[in-house]
């Protein structure tokens, strides 16, 4: 009598196999999810090596391919300066926040002093009033000190921002005593407490904010249509740049393409850079109240 063997299947347990298909579907859903996201950038980068009659037609592949949007930014435009400013006010108000807010953020969050906690309230208050509330008066008094036109106005006004002030106070509330208790053993005042060892150990943060300061500097269309957008093309911003391609009755949807691509260079850039401390920033500033 003979007897065959069977090699027998590996078992795999019923709950090991629902954990790897919920996991193929999860991963299928962030693809998809990516690919929504990624498509307008890609219908982008396809569109600026268009014609102007061909950007009209739904196609992905340009016909005929072409860089003649790409030269006339640079020839017909002049972007190199927009970008010079945009770069000149991002570096320079993310910087001044940086200082202040930080600055701010540890005063409320660590000195004790008569209606701290009013004043506290009232910088919140702030986040409630939109620019447009605001337009006349800073407008009136920008114009009173004779800094509309310039980069000095549009400067004073994103200083420091009281979202950022929340922001570096939250993060400096997570930071244990035992530092400052230290630095105090070793004769360090307030500045020299903040500046040798709250700012070093608010570096998280510190790069959490350099990405959404230098972002919304960056964006911002708002102000400097304002401030600068009275015919002084010397003062524009790349975002300016942009508006300035749309005609009455003529769209330059190539050269927009191209000009959306270059504005989004230095803010990938800047992520790239402070990817690694950003997430720890922002989940380390909300929580502690």
């Known amino acids: 009598m003979t007897f065959q063997t069977v090699a027998a299947e590996p078992f795999v347990p019923r709950r090991a196999r629902s954990d790897v298909a919920r996991r193929v579907f999860l991963y ?5 999810v990516a690919a929504v996201f990624l498509i307008p950038f890609v219908w982008t980068l396809a569109t600026s090596f268009k014609t102007i009659p061909d950007s009209a037609n739904i196609t992905l592949i340009p016909h005929p391919w072409t860089t003649s949007a790409w030269r006339t930014i640079w ?68 114009t009173n000190w004779h800094l509309i036109g310039n980069f000095s106005g549009y400067i004073l006004i994103n200083l420091v921002t009281a979202t950022n002030l929340f922001f570096m106070r939250q993060y400096f509330l997570t930071i244990p005593k035992d530092f400052e208790e230290a630095a105090k053993l070793d004769g360090a005042g307030y500045l020299k407490t903040f500046w040798r060892v709250m700012l070093p150990l608010a570096l998280p943060a510190i790069s959490a904010l350099v990405i959404l300061q230098f972002q919304g500097t960056w964006n911002d269309f708002f102000w400097p249509l304002i401030l600068f957008g009275q015919g002084n093309a010397a003062h524009y ?19 927009i393409c191209v000009g959306s691509i270059v504005a989004i260079l230095p803010i990938l850039a800047i992520f790239l850079a402070f990817q690694r401390y950003f997430v720890s920033g922002v989940v380390s500033a909300g929580v502690k109240g």
């Open 28 to 32: 299928a859903v962030i693809l998809a």
């Open 75 to 142: 020839t017909q435009y002049d972007f190199k300066t927009y970008i010079e400013n945009s770069v000149f006010l991002a570096v320079v108000i993310t910087v001044c926040n940086i200082f202040l807010a930080g600055l701010g953020g540890y005063a409320f969050a660590r000195l004790r002093f008569p209606g701290r906690n009013l004043l506290f309230f009232l910088v919140l208050g702030t986040l409630m009033m939109p620019d447009q509330l605001r337009l006349i008066p800073v407008f009136v008094m920008l």
């Open 237 to 255: 911003t790349v975002q300016l740049g942009l508006a300035e391609l749309d005609f009455q009755y003529t769209v330059l949807w190539p050269q």
